[in-house]
């Protein structure tokens, strides 16, 4: 059998660019948005620590300011911590913006705010709405809140003196400036952008390398679809030559069924499932000896036993490979007839794999059509008048009046035209329905 055509590889583009730049974009997006999370979770800590910065420094004065003498009273210590902070500049990546001072019984002694966040009535209200931990062991917490659009941070600061003596607690409210926000985001939008960049840029520098591989994968399936096939030649080949002359049998049985598979519209698995079984539908005659294999007449009852044991062994045969695993539904059931009365009886019309009633059909005629050792052949006519009186009973009659549409100029070219045009035609099957190229894979793949 010759060498099925080799793959082409300039559709390989067309197979790897759709995938790997759509891979390549999907991991492109994890990884940005992976640093996304992590830039958002430096932020947070960022200003976590200078918002607790920021109310520690607010937590010596205001805790110097009660624990001064004379601090009785709230008015006092009110004016003392707004002069505090009303006379300090807000610090470029942000400050205190507001803050609750309470006392060791949890009862607010001050409020204080920056007059430059004075607008912001949402976080203020937020703020005030806070209920103070109790307890002088609670420690420091900042939570961060979106707030009109601004990101803000509560905290909650312990206020004692430097010996820790506990005065109360205070309750503030820290905004990053928009300065800091704005580069941060400047930050955080090249740390994306590097991340996309890098992933495509990997996949660009992997695809030659892929592209290799890929190209490997598909050469070496070549080699291994062209031993398959040869090993299915040859295993149909060893038969043919006990049996008759030549392989021209094979090759016709092989070419009925496949033009009447195409007539009648059958999938792709299932094509190379009739072809694989048409090859080798009488490979288990190799187990039958040659006085009843080649007995010029009719063999008798324990012959005709014997013959039939062909199909057993030839299940036996191809079960042995996984490759010609779906070849066991011709080479059992070709034998099987329409009304349940073939080799086995236990199978009729549908039961059949489709297959097998296809090939029925072919090698009966080619039977027919064919010298054998106990019969010469017959004309076309006669051979389809037979097929006919079967029609229903031996044959699935769908099928058969597909094939009779057929039949004519199929038969006259196979038998006029001679073995080599046969051995051509079945070429142009194979290169069909077995090229492992990549326009067929493109074909074949999920859109």
Do not use: C
């Amino acid at each position: 059998m010759d060498s099925i055509p080799s793959p082409q590889y300039w559709p390989l583009h067309k197979l790897l660019i759709p995938r790997i730049g759509l891979t390549a974009l999907l991991v492109a997006g994890l990884a940005a948005a992976t640093v996304y999370w992590v830039e958002h979770q430096q932020l947070h800590r960022a200003a976590v620590e200078l918002a607790e910065q920021r109310a520690a420094e607010f937590v010596a004065v205001a805790g110097d300011v009660l624990d001064a003498p004379g601090s009785e009273t709230n008015g006092a210590v009110q004016a003392r911590l707004d002069r505090f902070i009303r006379g300090r500049s807000m610090p470029r990546d942000g400050g205190l913006v507001a803050a609750t001072i309470f006392d060791a019984g949890g009862v607010a002694v001050a409020h204080v705010e920056h007059p430059d966040y004075a607008g912001h009535a949402a976080a203020l209200a937020r703020l005030a709405s806070q209920s103070v931990a109790a307890g002088r062991n609670a420690g420091t917490g900042a939570s961060p809140e979106q707030i009109d659009g601004a990101r803000v941070y509560f905290l909650q600061v312990p206020l004692e003196t430097a010996d820790r003596r506990a005065l109360g607690r205070v309750a503030a409210l820290y905004a990053p400036s928009a300065a800091y926000l704005a580069e941060f985001d400047r930050r955080l939008a090249r740390a994306i952008l590097f991340a996309f960049i890098a992933v495509l840029l990997t996949a660009a520098i992997l695809y030659p390398v892929i592209q290799g591989l890929m190209r490997r994968v598909i050469e070496l399936s070549a080699s291994l679809r062209d031993a398959n096939l040869e090993m299915l030649s040859v295993l149909g080949s060893a038969i043919a030559k006990r049996d008759a002359d030549t392989d021209a049998h094979n090759y016709r049985v092989t070419l009925y069924s496949v033009r009447l598979a195409e007539t009648v519209g059958v999938d792709l698995k299932t094509m190379q499932a009739l072809i694989k079984g048409a090859f080798l539908h009488d490979v288990g005659k190799i187990g039958i000896p040659d006085h009843i294999l080649l007995k010029p007449g009719k063999l008798d009852e324990e012959e005709y036993a014997q013959m039939k044991q062909h199909v057993a062994h030839g299940l036996d045969i191809v079960r042995r490979a996984a490759w010609l695993a779906d070849a066991e539904a011709v080479v059992g059931g070709h034998h099987e007839k329409f009304d349940g009365g073939g080799y086995d009886g236990h199978h009729k019309a549908g039961e059949i794999p489709v297959v097998a009633r296809i090939f029925a059909i072919a090698d009966v005629f080619d039977a027919l059509t064919s010298h054998r050792p106990y019969k010469a052949p017959l004309s076309f006519d006669a051979s389809m008048e037979i097929l006919a009186r079967d029609r229903g009973t031996h044959f699935d009659p769908q099928l058969l009046d597909a094939f009779a549409a057929i039949a004519r100029p199929l038969h006259e070219a196979l038998t006029t035209r001679g073995e080599d045009y046969s051995h051509q035609e079945l070429q142009r099957v194979l290169t069909r329905y077995f090229r492992m190229d990549i326009e067929t894979l493109l074909a074949r793949a999920p859109s």
